[in-house]
């Protein structure tokens, strides 16, 4: 267990090394952290610090840098603050000059995100883990060929040419697609398969085209992330010089990304922060990871994140990630018609 004044040395170190990237000596917290001390508590105490796993001395005779574990110790002591006004301002004026669409929306996203975070932005497509019917429609094509529409939430269309036992008429599809469509609004492909209303051959063959339609919906991969932001992290030392920054570009180009930074138990709500060997993947154990949900989590959710070093403005990214999913939030609860969720919290 440390102690308050420990916490603090780690604290103004961390602080220090975000913003000069260069190990920091004991005398230069002596003289600047105001902690009331001698140089030489001051040197005890960092070498406690070392000892225990919060600081590294990269050399003899240098000053030390934050671990992982100092980091960690950094990042759950902030006392997470609104972003700045004129940040939320700026945002909100950039949202109101795009399409209203999903994408145009996350695009954007990204865009602004990399530009507030100075780092990589890494923003999927919502997706819903169990899709919605909202309305179906069958489109008599040629005999027994028909084109079948569906619409599911989030205003996701799908269409389809299929084809039934027996040659059937349009105004046969529209009264079987009209009795279906109000049978099965609202429901997913597994409540609809659990349904057993009286069905003619007909809407018989109709339902399991529908499911056939969601489930492949359903089992989607998600589709490739917005990616910004590569000239931000290019300008950071850790990556100037090193093969740091071909191991990320090896997990873009394999399409891989988006897969290892999403953590096993990603909250459906609040921050995460994952923290260099936190990560799972080697592959970005010299990265941290700003990382949260967005969406409805009923309806369909994406995610947000912002990658990095571990020497991160992580008392500015995590505001900023916070804010940019609950802009997202309450365009999708617009989309949805529904009310957005979600405090913020930090973990």
């Known amino acids: 267990m440390i102690t308050a004044r420990s916490g603090k040395i780690i604290n103004y170190i961390v602080g220090q090394y975000i913003t000069q990237a260069i190990p920091v000596p004991s005398q230069v917290v002596a003289d600047d952290a105001r902690l009331g001390v001698s140089p030489a508590t001051i040197r005890n105490e960092m070498a406690f610090l070392e000892r225990e796993g919060y600081l590294i001395r990269p050399h003899t005779s240098a000053g030390c840098i934050p671990s992982d574990k100092g980091y960690r110790h950094y990042v759950e002591s902030i006392e997470v603050v609104n972003l700045p006004w004129?940040?939320?301002?700026l945002i909100s004026h950039t949202f109101h000059q795009v399409e209203k669409?999903?994408?145009?929306?996350?695009?954007?996203?990204a865009t602004l995100l990399a530009k507030l975070a100075h780092n990589v932005a890494v923003v999927s497509l919502p997706k819903s883990t169990d899709c919605k019917l909202k309305h179906m429609e069958l489109i008599a094509v040629q005999d027994a060929r028909a084109l079948v529409i569906?619409?599911?939430?989030?205003?996701?269309v799908k269409q389809k040419l299929i084809a039934f036992d027996e040659a059937v008429s349009q105004p046969t599809l529209t009264v079987t697609s009209s009795k279906l469509d109000s049978a099965y609004n609202g429901l997913t492909a597994r409540q609809i398969s659990d349904k057993k209303p009286e069905l003619s051959p007909l809407e018989k063959q109709a339902t399991d085209f529908l499911i056939e339609i969601m489930h492949a919906e359903d089992s989607q991969e998600y589709q490739e992330p917005y990616l910004e932001g590569w000239h931000f992290i290019l300008n950071q030392p850790e990556f100037a010089h090193s093969d740091r920054m071909s191991t990320l570009m090896e997990l873009v180009e394999a399409r891989g990304l988006l897969k290892v930074i999403v953590p096993s138990r990603l909250s459906p709500q609040g921050v995460q922060v994952i923290i260099g060997k936190e990560n799972k993947d080697e592959a970005i154990q010299n990265c941290s990871v700003v990382i949260c949900r967005y969406g409805l989590p009923e309806e369909a959710t994406g995610?947000?994140?912002?990658v990095g070093p571990t020497r991160m403005p992580y008392s500015h990214t995590i505001p900023t990630v916070f804010y940019m999913s609950s802009v997202l939030s309450q365009l999708m609860a617009g989309l949805y018609g529904r009310e957005t969720y979600g405090e913020q919290d930090t973990e």
């Not at 569906?150 to 996701?156: C, M, Q, R, W």
Request: net charge negative.
């Open 86 to 89: 004129e940040e939320q301002r």
């Open 101 to 109: 669409e999903v994408e145009a929306w996350v695009s954007l996203t």
């Open 150 to 156: 569906v619409v599911l939430d989030g205003a996701k």
């Open 303 to 306: 995610t947000i994140a912002v």
